[in-house]
Antibody, heavy 127, light 110 residues
Framework: EVLLVQSGAEVKKPGESLKISCKASGYKFNNYWIGWVRQMPGKGLEWMGVIYPGDSDTTYSPSFQGQVTISADKSISTAYLQWSSLRASDTAMYYC????????????????????WGQGTMVTVSS | FMLTQPHSVSESPGKTVIISCTRSSGSIATNHVQWYQQRPGSSPTTVIYDDNQRPSGVPDRFSGSIDSSSNSASLTISGLKTEDEADYYCQSYDSSSPWVFGGGTKLTVL
């Protein structure tokens, strides 16, 4: 069974750093892109970025470029989303999700459906 | 580009509901549209992919279509059940934006 299992809920203060994880199982981790999607309280879904664990090729949404860092550790089939300095506005549920495909070249993109989702990690940032 | 969905729809059990998703620019037919269901407190799941394809396990009460004349996609749910009550999101892409989600539609089955 293909699974994405995310790390548990976090409560942090503004200015603190954080790294959340998404562990994959049931498929060849290196061969599929993994993305991150934000859902702020009571709001919709926003794509943040994707990474190809095979070579760490990473593409960010312009809205999140420079605000977060996406990485992956092939040895333990785990993708990460991290912040160096959290803000209250980062309070949200964060999902990792595997798209069926992703292609990019010279600013041109095409993408497939997110067919596998993690259970989500709730991040609360409050003083 | 943006994808615009109605904020909410409601219908009675056993009836049919149609949720629209209108693309602001570029042709709706050029890039596939996906539909996700998100029940309260759960992760999204795919109910329609590539405009009108159903993943295994999704009942045939769910169907998707594209209308180029209105530049919109539609998710149709027939024979509504209380378990269909959820938020539904459309998603598509273009050459410069890999994943664009609609704002979501809250379906109430009353």
């Amino acid at each position: 069974e293909v699974l994405l299992v995310q790390s548990g809920a976090e409560v942090k203060k503004p200015g603190e750093s954080l790294k959340i994880s998404c562990k994959a199982s049931g498929y060849k981790f290196n061969n599929y892109w993994i993305g991150w999607v934000r859902q702020m309280p009571g709001k919709g879904l926003e794509w943040m970025g994707v990474i190809y664990p095979g070579d760490s090729d990473t593409t960010y949404s312009p809205s999140f470029q420079g605000q977060v860092t996406i990485s992956a550790d092939k040895s333990i089939s785990t993708a990460y989303l991290q912040w160096s300095s959290l803000r209250a506005s980062d309070t949200a549920m964060y999902y990792c999700a595997r798209p069926t495909s992703f292609y990019h070249s010279g600013g041109f993109y095409s993408s497939g459906v997110f067919d596998i989702w993690g259970q989500g990690t709730m991040v609360t940032v409050s003083s | 580009f943006m994808l615009t969905q109605p904020h909410s729809v409601s219908e009675s059990p056993g009836k049919t509901v149609i949720i629209s998703c209108t693309r602001s620019s570029g042709s709706i037919a050029t890039n596939h549209v996906q539909w996700y269901q998100q029940r309260p407190g759960s992760s999204p799941t795919t109910v329609i992919y590539d405009d009108n394809q159903r993943p295994s396990g999704v009942p045939d009460r769910f169907s998707g279509s594209i209308d180029s004349s209105s530049n919109s996609a539609s998710l149709t749910i027939s024979g509504l059940k209380t378990e269909d009550e959820a938020d539904y999101y459309c998603q598509s892409y273009d050459s410069s934006s890999p994943w664009v989600f609609g704002g979501g539609t809250k379906l109430t089955v009353l």
